[in-house]
């Protein structure tokens, strides 16, 4: 194992519009309780810079940046919300990370059940105005963080269970789906980056492994929810999640598993403190997956730079992983 470039990352949020739907209108903010955008940057800036301080002082060498609509893209100025950093401002904050021994890396959800932050594009998927939407706020992102090594482009969870509450479901399937997944390949690849994707669509489609591409990285995550640990064989529930680790190293693919410790709190309310979840999965990993592919471990807290609470959650999380080491 490289132990120079093996990677050690943390992923945390400028934008908060992942996880919610878009409408111009801002009296339908009541109907759409729960997943109404936020049209101005929430963001906290002294929790960011103090979550960014301590992910440096922890040892973590790379940080998966949400942008999101947190940043006016130039050639996109439409998507961005009140109060979001300007390029200038972005490539400063750029420089700090590099500074601290940080890789920043971009990560924009084209995933359409976490594209609130492309706003009323989200509701023209699959249309040559989606495309050159898409594809300029993957060149502009390209540029401002220099042509990065990586841009994570999301991917996870558009199934219709998880837009079961929206108002507009719009689910790709089938080949549909795999056009415009190999179209988002190639366009980050002709900026100049990797591609980089949750795995999650391989759980349930056992043709995700033999169709795409080698060149993409792959985090598959698995945070252990329901405690069933991993001895495959004597799992319920999430063996397909366990599996896939499996099945993309037997395929070649370079992988950067994931963990988190969102639902930390749930663990200690039901049941005896597990977690070790992180720690865990490290373990299987290292075990299980060839040291040519493994090219490292991500956090994922899942908690926003908005307040001490959530500021806590990173501080955790950073802790469990540096722990399992």
């Known amino acids: 194992m490289d132990n120079k470039n093996f990677i050690k990352a943390v992923l945390l949020h400028l934008s908060h ?3 919610c739907e878009w409408s111009d209108d801002p009296a339908d903010d009541a109907r759409l309780a729960g997943r109404a955008p936020e049209r101005a940057l929430a963001l906290n800036e002294d929790i960011w810079r103090r979550s ?25 100025p439409e998507l961005a919300i009140k109060g ?18 940080m890789e920043p890396i971009p990560k924009l959800n084209f995933s359409n ?68 997944f190999l179209w988002f390949v190639s366009t980050v690849e002709k900026a100049g980056m990797r591609a980089w994707v949750w795995s999650d669509y391989g759980w349930h489609h056992p043709e995700f492994v033999k169709r795409c591409p080698k060149s993409v990285l792959q985090s598959n995550w698995y945070y252990d929810e ?27 693919f370079e992988q950067v598993p994931c963990g988190s410790n969102w639902n930390s709190g749930y663990r200690r309310k039901n049941g005896p403190q597990r977690n070790d979840s992180m720690k865990e999965l490290m373990a299987f990993c290292r075990k299980n997956i060839a040291p040519a592919n493994l ?4 956090m ?6 908005r307040g001490e609470a959530e500021f806590a959650k990173i501080r955790e999380g950073l802790d469990i992983f540096t722990g399992g080491l």
């Open 295 to 298: 090219k490292g471990f991500m």
């Open 226 to 252: 329901l405690m069933e640990g991993f001895d495959i064989p004597k799992m319920k529930n999430h063996k397909a999640l366990v599996q896939l680790f499996l099945d993309l190293d037997k395929a070649g």
């Open 113 to 180: 059940t976490h594209n609130g932050w492309l706003k009323d594009y989200r509701r023209m998927v699959s249309t040559p105005e989606y495309y050159k939407a898409c594809e300029d706020v993957i060149r502009d992102v390209a540029e401002i963080f220099d042509h990065p090594r990586f841009l994570h482009i999301g991917y996870d969870e558009e199934t219709f269970s998880h837009q079961r509450n929206y108002d507009f479901v719009a689910v790709r399937q089938g080949e549909l789906w795999w056009h415009d």
């Open 300 to 305: 994922a807290t899942w908690a926003m730079c």
């Open 84 to 101: 979001a950093w300007s390029p200038d401002r972005m490539k400063e904050e750029l420089a700090r990370i590099r500074k601290l021994g």
């Open 52 to 76: 960014v301080d301590l992910a440096a002082a922890k040892g973590m060498n790379l940080l998966l940046i949400d942008v999101g609509d947190a940043v006016a893209f130039p050639r996109r």
């Open 17 to 19: 519009n992942m996880w």
